[in-house]
């Protein structure tokens, strides 16, 4: 998967499946282990992810990547951290080289 984010060099949408297990192995209010950030390693092959309210962090190797975080993560994520049920889900991100 990692080499498929730099063929593609992260300008064209990946899509993103929250997984049942990712619901349930996941930690809420945790924007490195949360569900969310479990998902989007799997779909990109990073092994550092940061989900935050309105950003999200891509590392792959020593390039990041982000974007805003999507509406229905953000519904998402406050539902989990109220303690709602949640249930599995998929959304799309396209994620762009960050310079800062």
Not at 20 to 39: H, L, T
């Amino acid at each position: 998967m990692l080499a498929t984010m730099k063929k593609k060099d992260a300008k064209e949408p990946i899509f993103v499946a929250v997984t049942s297990e990712d619901i349930d192995r996941g930690q809420p209010d945790d924007a490195y282990r949360d569900p969310v950030a479990r998902a989007i390693k799997r779909a990109t092959g990073s092994r550092w992810v940061e989900v935050y309210p309105d950003t999200l962090v891509v590392w792959l190797g020593e390039k990041c990547y982000g974007c805003k975080t999507p509406d229905s993560v953000k519904k998402f994520l406050k539902a989990l951290d109220d303690g709602r049920e949640v249930k599995p889900f998929g959304f799309s991100v396209t994620l762009k080289p960050r310079q800062d």
